[in-house]
């Protein structure tokens, strides 16, 4: 069990001392740059499922029909 503390203080000391963090500004700008690429992305899945299925119905009623 004693192991156990060990390592999670071990690496809660590495975290504080050894990792360099991103600064808080930057880490802001990330954000909103991951936010809006992951709208546009979604968006552009979605027209293309759009697309898609218009042109799968539109086959469909061509070969019954």
């Known amino acids: 069990m004693s192991a156990i503390f060990n390592y999670i203080k071990d690496s809660f000391e590495e975290l504080k001392n050894n990792v360099s ?3 808080r500004q930057e880490l802001q700008r990330l954000v909103v740059v991951v936010m809006l690429f992951s709208v546009i992305f ?3 899945i979605w027209g293309a499922d759009t697309v898609l299925s218009e042109v799968v119905g539109f086959y469909f ?3 019954n029909g």
Do not use: D
Request: zero cysteines; aromatic letters at 12%.
């Open 21 to 23: 963090w991103t600064p």
């Open 42 to 44: 979604s968006i552009a």
């Open 61 to 63: 009623k061509l070969i």
